[in-house]
């Protein structure tokens, strides 16, 4: 979405997502993260929300 709202785009958000797959690629964390899962182990991968993570420090 950063991409949408940053006007990379002139088309609208349904037709950019219709024509993009990249905007729903990349919400989708678990085949983002899955690679590090696999090697380290999920025991082993904290996932943090960015927002909470600086609302707090």
């Known amino acids: 979405m950063h ?3 940053r006007s990379y ?3 609208p958000l349904e037709e950019a997502l219709m ?3 990249l905007y ?3 919400t989708r964390y678990y085949t983002q993260i899955a690679p ?5 182990g999920k025991n082993n991968v ?3 929300d960015f927002d909470e993570l ?3 420090t």
Do not use: N, P
Request: net charge neutral.
């Open 24 to 26: 729903i690629d990349i």
């Open 3 to 5: 991409t949408y709202e």
């Open 9 to 11: 785009t002139d088309l």
């Open 19 to 21: 024509q993009d797959r």
């Open 46 to 48: 904290l996932l943090l």
């Open 54 to 56: 600086i609302k707090y």
């Open 36 to 40: 590090c899962i696999k090697k380290v």
